[in-house]
């Protein structure tokens, strides 16, 4: 029997809680967050937070019909729980472009329940390395002058210029002719003939990357032997310093010798 009145009172639940009363549970849990919010877990916190929650039952049962302590807590805890999908869905539906479902109107009981609850436990942690954060979306302005364009001819032109890779072709000559070809014709020469070449086209090509490290091969060789041609020349210097030291000691021995002999 005992157990049919606990099903009986289980049974017969609240009514549920209308607008008005929602805005003001939530004004009173603003008025005491600092304790409700609270995320120690201790006794004394617990019984602290137990308090305030029967002080804010007294309180709602002034204008609406009686609810007990947890009750007011788990409806708290339900609306803050809505209030996150509510928040996520706004969000979702500012940076769409107009298509999906129903446009989500907004509401004042979230609102001030978001208001409440720590920013953090919303939003999130912030990331500068990622654009997940914002909340704005800027218009994308395109540039129709030609001349601020990067891939240009006079750019292109005024970049070779600036970095000496321009060449003068009115002073060559036969000479040229003699000067070594580059490594992607040596490439492309010695594949072009052979028909059953094992290669394709897009492998004799090289890639960004590869002619970058070809160049930088290239730069690498002529760093050293420049830095040999002056270590050449730092020690033909040396010999001719160390050969004319030795040069004014014969002499200085010489005139000694004659000064004896007199």
């Not at 996520?88 to 539906?93: R, S, V």
């Not at 954060?133 to 800027?138: A, F, P, W």
């Not at 890779?165 to 002073?171: G, V």
């Not at 014709?185 to 490290?213: R, W, Y």
Request: a neutral charge.
């Amino acid at each position: 029997m005992d157990n049919l009145k606990k099903r009986e009172v289980n049974i017969n639940r609240t009514t549920r809680m209308c607008s008005d009363e929602k805005l003001l549970l939530v004004q009173l849990v603003d008025a005491k967050k600092t304790v409700v919010e609270c995320k120690t877990t201790d006794k004394v916190s617990l019984k602290t937070k137990l308090e305030a929650w029967n002080q804010i039952s007294t309180e709602l049962k002034k204008s609406f019909p009686f609810r007990s302590a947890e009750s007011l807590q788990l409806a708290w805890k339900n609306m803050k729980t809505a209030a996150k999908k509510y928040s996520k869905k706004l969000k979702e539906q500012s940076m769409g472009t107009g298509g999906g479902g129903k446009i989500i109107s907004s509401d004042p009981v979230f609102d001030a329940a978001l208001n409440v609850m720590h920013h953090l436990t919303v939003e999130g942690l912030h990331n500068e390395f990622d654009n997940d954060t914002e909340s704005t979306i800027n218009d994308i302005i395109y540039d129709n002058d030609k001349e601020n364009d990067c891939g240009s001819e006079s750019n292109v032109f005024e970049y070779l210029a600036r970095n000496n890779q321009i060449n003068d072709w009115k002073k060559g000559g036969p000479s040229n002719l003699k000067s070594a070809i580059s490594a992607p014709l040596k490439v492309k020469n010695g594949t072009q003939n052979k028909p059953n070449s094992k290669f394709s086209d897009e492998e004799i090509c090289l890639k960004p990357e590869d002619e970058l490290a070809l160049l930088l091969l290239q730069k690498a060789h002529e760093k050293h032997r420049y830095e040999i041609e002056l270590l050449k020349l730092q020690i033909k210097k040396e010999f001719l310093l160390i050969q004319k030291i030795k040069g004014n000691n014969i002499d200085y021995q010489s005139d000694e010798d004659d000064e004896d002999q007199v």
